[in-house]
DNA sequence: CTAAATCATCGACAACATCGATATAACGGC
DNA sequence: GCCGTTATATCGATGTTGTCGATGATTTAG
């Protein structure tokens, strides 16, 4: 293989002219360059220049080499500067997966503080539940992720999770009940028709209600946290969603009322152990930036 | 200035997925992959691999870097090959110069010659006078050239110019002339008018009658010896052409007659001192070649 | 839990890039 | 034609670094 420095000082010689002059330009002493001129010809087995007075010229074969040199010097530079830029935070994208409440809520902010302060990077959202963004962190699909992990979960393998949020979680009731005094006791709810959440919350909603000492009357299901606050406000029954689903949309036909103790984690999830590329810690840290600010 | 010799690393580690696996590939030791990669994070201050079990993953970063620098082995392969064609005369372009009568009988035996010994090579042929040639020489345009010298002409500075054949000149006269017998004295025709051939075999033609002791009335001049021979077939007057020229066109109705002791060297001449690009010393060969061929 | 596989680290050696000093050659002016 | 100037080539010395073998640390598979 060619060695790029042989290359450059014959790409120097034909920018300058002289010798001297190149080894002036690369910031090396005429000897150096000299030595590289020849090296290049003894490995390449060519001739590629010719002495011609006191100086030098390059033959039609040094010419041809000397111009994709430039070329490939020039694709050199360009990747190096590909690089630092999207290491000093100037350019790339970051694939970040979130569940949807968390899409819906904190990245809108997270990104509005991103494009703040470092103006260049792009943010690609792929809206995932946390096992599936997991698997997109392992898979090399996403960068970055939002997860949530209800008490008692062990985290994903493989990757690191930090928890950036506790999100409080809220019995979802019609708009005419009686919110009642202090706190809620589930129990109260233990005849009353059940639509679970989103899928995962299904076993915390069981793993509640056992807590209160019934078991619930699960007669819808849905994902869509607007859907189930339209099936609450229609009295279909009562449920329990957490703080941000009721924060990316509240439907004016229900009430909330907070479930002492209940809660899930709110993680800022990233693949393998530090250090991280310099884009996935920027967007990382206003991600923790902006899930603090929500704790109220 | 990124070495190369990293980026290379990192693309094998991209191809084979594993340490090991792209030292066995490129015929390195692991520990100097490994080094490699460690120094390329380094040297560019960016996250490129990920631990990942018991092995590496690229960064978002590593992959674009190995992506690019895939890219750049490929054009500096690329520029090797062309070189070592070239070098080993499997392609390349080679420019003549030489003058007409020349590039209307050496040139295309040697062309022939050229083609069969080595079909990648091209060759570029423009006219051009000895001086000119010789300019072109020093100035890059020409990488070889066919010249001729009259006997004491000195040869242009900052070629080397080898004789290759010499090139009888001869008396050319109407056809109605009666030839006579033995060497031609050319003080027979001194009262007779003059073409001259070529503008620089104008000083020779005086030369020689000179020496025949009278200076000849010149009545027409022309570069082209195809129109010199219609003067003289004309029975406008008589010339002395050399054996080339006369090779290259003879008018049936004009007769010619060897001038004993006058001749001129046909000369291959190149630029500068050896070693030439062996495409160049290629043309040389064929070139002396076929002159000597011509010695008759 | 053991064995195999993989990358990281370390120390040592050889290769080589680089430099300063100097030799050699060519140009320009008088 | 001689001499100062301006080129490149060469040489010896030195510091850097590429490379390897051996070894350690960690993970996966059986």
Redesign the pocket.
């Known amino acids: 293989m060619i060695?790029v420095?042989?290359l450059e000082?014959l790409v120097a010689?034909r920018r300058t002219?002289?010798?001297?002059?190149?080894?002036a330009q690369l910031?090396?002493?005429?000897?150096?360059?000299?030595?590289?001129?020849?090296?290049l010809e003894v490995e390449t087995g060519s001739v590629l220049?010719q002495?011609?007075?006191?100086?030098?010229r390059l033959t039609p074969d040094g010419e041809r080499l000397a111009r994709r040199g430039e070329e490939i010097l020039a694709l050199l530079a360009r990747a190096e500067a590909e690089l630092t830029a999207s290491t000093s935070l100037q350019a790339g994208q970051v694939r970040l997966a979130a569940f949807p409440s968390a899409a819906a809520t904190l990245v809108p902010a997270a990104v509005a503080l991103l494009v703040e302060r470092h103006p260049g990077l792009g943010l690609d959202l792929i809206e995932a539940e946390p096992p599936e963004a997991a698997a997109m962190l392992r898979a090399g699909t996403a960068d970055i992720a939002l997860t949530f992990a209800y008490p008692g979960q062990a985290e994903p393998d493989?990757v690191t999770a930090v928890t950036v949020h506790e999100d409080a979680l809220y019995l979802v009731a019609p708009g005419s009940l009686d919110p009642g005094a202090g706190p809620v006791d589930l129990a109260r709810f233990a005849d009353t028709r059940w639509v679970t959440g989103c899928e995962r919350c299904r076993s915390e909603l069981l793993a509640l209600c056992s807590k209160a000492g019934f078991e619930p009357r699960i007669a819808y299901a849905s994902d869509d946290y607007v859907a189930v606050q339209s099936l609450v406000a229609s009295g279909l029954g009562v449920t329990v969603l957490p703080g941000l689903a009721l924060r990316a949309h509240r439907n004016p036909d229900v009430v909330r009322l907070p479930v002492p103790g209940a809660a899930r984690r709110i993680q800022v999830t990233t693949y393998g152990a530090p250090p991280h590329p310099a884009s996935v810690d920027a967007v990382a840290a206003v991600l923790t930036e902006v899930a603090g600010a929500s704790e109220s």
Do not use: E, F, K, N
């Not at 002495?51 to 030098?56: D, E, I, Q, S």
């Open positions: 060695d420095r042989r000082a010689l002219g002289t010798v001297s002059a190149a080894a910031h090396y002493g005429q000897p150096t360059i000299s030595h590289h001129l020849r090296r220049l002495r011609v007075g006191r100086g030098l493989g």
